[in-house]
């Protein structure tokens, strides 16, 4: 793979403006959730990573973490299909648990709503959503999002969790992709 700065048009995101969003949205579900019992945090692999290690550190409220994947049908293009399947399940029993999904970025909205679905029927306490990265105009289904990081623009991005193809995901800004140097597949 090409170094990232080859494939760079501008960086959206830079690392201080993330962290410092990040750490006022740990203040707020901090408060949030204070007298929540059993408060668990589901990260949706793999993009959400970057973001669940940094907010975890920020919330000061006790927490468990999980992880979950789900999988678009057709993986490969960069538009969702619609379609998720479940290809990692939680290994720990959410009834009445306080539930925090955490996502990199709400596209479509399909894959959260597909989630939501599936966990609102383990009949948690309480199931909330928090991304750090909204993409509202390019939503086809409506899905409610107590917390946002960044609302951004109908823009190729990468970096922080996020891949091109895979690679990058370490970066630690949110960048956009030059599509003359990095060709859409679409
Ligand atoms: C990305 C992102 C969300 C989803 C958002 O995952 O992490 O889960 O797409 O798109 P949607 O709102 O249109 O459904 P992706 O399938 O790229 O997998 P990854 O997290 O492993 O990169």
């Given at each position: 793979m090409i170094p990232y700065r080859d494939v760079?048009?501008?960086?959206?995101?830079?690392?201080?403006?993330?962290?410092?969003?990040?750490?006022?949205l740990g203040r707020e579900i901090s408060e949030d959730y204070i007298d929540s019992k059993n408060l668990i945090l589901i990260c949706i692999l793999r993009g959400g990573v970057m973001f669940l290690t940094d907010l975890m550190r920020q919330i000061t409220v006790p927490h468990a973490i999980e992880f979950m994947a789900v999988s678009?049908?057709?993986a490969g293009n960069r538009e969702s299909t619609g379609q998720v399947r479940l290809t990692l399940d939680l290994n720990t029993d959410i009834y009445e648990?306080?539930?925090l999904l955490v996502e990199d970025i709400i596209d479509s909205g399909r894959t959260i709503a597909s989630v939501l679905e599936l966990l609102s029927a383990r009949r948690p306490?309480?199931?909330r959503v928090c991304t750090l990265l909204d993409k509202a105009e390019r939503r086809e289904v409506y899905v409610p999002i107590q917390y946002?990081?960044?609302?951004?623009?109908?823009e190729f991005v990468f970096g922080y969790?996020?891949?091109?193809?895979e690679y990058y995901r370490n970066l630690p800004f949110i960048g956009v992709v030059d599509l003359d140097k990095y060709p859409s597949k679409e």
């Open positions: 760079l048009k501008e960086v959206l995101i830079p690392e201080d403006v993330l962290q410092e969003r990040i750490a006022a678009s049908y057709g648990r306080d539930v306490n309480t199931l946002v990081g960044f609302s951004i623009p109908n969790g996020l891949d091109l193809d």
